[in-house]
């Protein structure tokens, strides 16, 4: 079964905290992504990945950076959480064709 | 601008019926366009893609429609049954080249015994 990975399905952080999220892919796909949900607003793209030591910024990337030093690992980074950052996040993968996204669990973080 | 929008954001029907999401975009050409179902708390699964020029998928239960005169993309679950109730997603891939898809906000669908 292909699989993407995340290390945490609940966080509860501190204001103020560096908060690190990883995603882990078992697929050699070349396309990675961090996106963040919350309701109503859909998801929303924060960095993606092409290639390694490659990154891109999305729609929202104010407040995080992301870091792709293997092809296999895509980590994002909080680094001071901020409460506006109470959010599920989800990490998805694909092939250069982008034909299907494969998406992890979700990590659902809260910042208080 | 562009803008991509599912036409409700819920949408309640009774066991056995035929249930209809609509995906609509303005300004966009993509090269396909994808649909997903997530469940609460659960990242979202690929269900289908549907090429620009396909007018018509099938998987199933599921048949996917694409118009691109009307920029309009539907989705159907013959039979429904409870356990089809999820959240639905459409996501765009732009013909422009190597950029990520573009997501509608979702459709909650509740599928009533």
């Known amino acids: 079964d292909v699989k993407v990975t995340q290390s945490s399905r609940y966080l509860v952080k501190r204001t103020g905290e560096k908060v690190f999220l990883e995603c882990v892919q078992d697929?050699?796909?070349?396309?990675m992504f961090w996106y963040r949900q919350d309701p109503g607003l859909g998801l929303r793209l924060i960095y993606f990945?092409?290639?390694?030591?490659?990154?891109e910024k999305g729609d929202i990337p104010e407040g995080y950076s992301v870091s792709r030093e293997k092809k296999e690992r895509f980590s994002l980074i909080l680094e001071s959480a901020s409460t506006n950052q109470t959010s599920m996040y989800l990490c998805?993968?694909?092939?250069?064709?982008?034909?299907?996204?494969?998406f992890g669990s979700g990590t659902q973080l809260s910042v208080l | 601008s562009q803008k991509i929008e599912q036409n409700s954001e819920a949408l309640n029907i009774q066991e056995g019926k035929t249930a209809t999401l609509t995906c609509n975009y303005t300004?966009?050409?993509?090269?396909?366009l994808q649909w997903y179902r997530q469940d609460p708390g659960r990242g979202p699964v690929f269900l289908l893609l549907i090429r620009e020029n396909e007018k018509e998928k099938r998987k199933e239960r599921l048949k996917v429609t694409f118009d691109t005169t009307l920029k309009q993309s539907l989705f159907h679950i013959t039979a429904s049954q409870p356990a089809d109730s999820a959240t639905y997603l459409c996501a765009l891939a732009l013909s422009s080249g190597n950029t990520p898809l573009v997501f509608g906000k979702g459709t909650r669908l509740s599928v009533i015994a």
């Open positions: 697929m050699d796909h070349e396309n």
């Open positions: 990945s092409y290639d390694v030591k490659m990154k």
């Open positions: 998805a993968s694909t092939t250069g064709s982008q034909e299907k996204l494969f």
């Open positions: 300004n966009y050409s993509p090269a396909y």
